[in-house]
């Protein structure tokens, strides 16, 4: 019986635990509901008022659309307008110009006809004036060549006696040139009998001062070997008389 109690105490507790958790889970649900409704509305009335945003956007753009195509309906009046007077202008202008280009080109033609006429005498006269010229050069040709051979003639003789001028000075030069050499050949000797000669003083001299210098040199040995031997005399002298004193004693 008393297993039965808590049994059912326990499972009283647990559906009333149960509930509350429901409740609590109902509560929860109720609240995100409320607050999801809320968002909800919120975000209908931001789409609403995007909507009204774009549509104001929109019907500005139509009515500045408009007013460009108006603006340019109306320049492009204007363009053929001015593109027409244009056209017009530069007709007269083209007419006047070719007008004044024809009556220069009459004037032009005149020109070149009279200037033809005037040709052709000029160009007789010029003809005239060449054929003499021509036959003036032929004859300062003539006078050339027969001064050029007059002058070759003597060019040759010159030449000829400027080549036996060039002969003989070849063999002057030829004749200084061996003569020359003979004379460096001479002091080249003369050169090397004197550096002999001076080699051969230099070295009477070198022997004369070695001479000097053995002499000297023997005579101060001599002195120093002398002075020795007396003085190894004096020693012996006085080591004989050291002798004798003793012997006495």
Request: glycine share 2%; with cysteine.
């Amino acid at each position: 019986m008393q297993k039965k109690l808590t049994t059912s105490v326990e499972e009283d507790a647990s559906v009333s635990e149960h509930y509350n958790e429901v409740c609590k889970r109902e509560a929860r649900a109720l609240k995100e509901k409320q607050m999801l409704e809320q968002q909800l509305r919120l975000d209908r009335r931001e789409r609403l008022n995007t909507q009204l945003a774009a549509k104001n956007t929109h019907t500005k753009a139509q009515a500045e659309l408009d007013e460009s195509q108006a603006e340019i309906e109306r320049r492009n009046t204007d363009v053929e307008a001015q593109a027409t007077a244009n056209r017009n202008q530069d007709a007269q202008y083209y007419a006047d110009q070719q007008a004044l280009l024809q009556k220069q080109l009459a004037e032009l033609t005149l020109r070149a006809q009279k200037f033809g006429a005037e040709s052709l005498e000029a160009t007789e006269g010029l003809r005239k004036k060449r054929l003499k010229l021509h036959q003036e050069v032929e004859v300062w040709i003539q006078k050339y060549d027969e001064e050029m051979g007059a002058a070759e003639m003597t060019y040759q003789e010159e030449l000829a006696q400027t080549q036996q001028v060039a002969e003989e000075l070849r063999q002057c030069t030829e004749e200084q040139d061996s003569m020359l050499h003979e004379r460096l050949e001479h002091e080249d000797c003369v050169r090397k009998a004197e550096e002999e000669w001076r080699a051969k003083q230099a070295a009477e001299v070198m022997s004369r001062r070695a001479a000097r210098i053995i002499q000297k040199s023997w005579h101060v040995y001599k002195v120093k070997a002398d002075a020795e031997k007396k003085k190894a005399a004096t020693a012996d002298k006085k080591k004989g008389k050291g002798s004798a004193k003793a012997k006495k004693k």
